[in-house]
């Protein structure tokens, strides 16, 4: 997937006359790494890929390619592709390759901080959802109320209960998050 990011960085680079140099500056990450990223040598991080996108104004979602449609019951890790990208904030990954045909939808969510004066709306809908900190510190909004989240904490909550998260602080927030009904349900 590196090799797929990276062609698309330097498409968007050359196509918008910007040097590694130019892009450098922009983002804040080296000349040297850029240019690994671009020959696909490198791994990148989702806040630094982040950094891009904002540079070259597309959604982080540009960069991934459509979830395939395997059907085999077991995903190894590498395996794993971006389903969605929500905001340019929320990234989800199925943890599964049959999702439409399960009652249950495990997801790994990465959270990308936001500025604590963003307003968050909670919403509702059907079902349950069940959250598990990974890294970093989650807030959750329940019940007109805000909880915060750490690595190994969870909740379990009725889906029907006005609720939201968000990342405050300066890190990547990953979450494992199971919801009931799965909504990709076929």
Not at 7 to 35: A, I, M, P, Q
Not at 165 to 177: D, E, F, P
């Amino acid at each position: 997937m590196e090799n797929e990011i990276g062609k698309k960085v330097k498409e968007l680079r050359t196509h918008k006359k910007l040097t590694l140099k130019d892009l450098s500056e922009l983002t804040t990450l080296s000349t040297g790494f850029l240019s690994q990223l671009e020959r696909g040598l490198t791994n990148i991080a989702t806040d630094s890929l982040q950094k891009i996108a904002q540079a070259f104004d597309v959604e982080l979602a540009y960069f991934f390619p459509s979830p395939n449609k395997n059907r085999k019951c077991v995903l190894r890790s590498y395996e794993k592709e971006v389903f969605q990208v929500v905001n340019s904030r929320f990234i989800h990954y199925h943890l599964t390759n049959d999702f439409p045909e399960r009652a249950l939808l495990p997801r790994l969510i990465e959270l990308l901080p936001i500025n604590s004066q963003e307003d968050i709306s909670p919403y509702a809908h059907e079902g349950e959802e069940f959250i598990y900190v990974l890294e970093g510190t989650v807030t959750l909004f329940i019940n007109h109320e805000q909880v915060e989240l750490f690595p190994g904490d969870s909740a379990h909550y009725a889906s029907t209960t006005l609720h939201n998260w968000a990342n405050y602080t300066n890190k990547m927030v990953r979450m494992l998050v199971v919801s009931s009904p799965n909504p990709f349900t076929e």
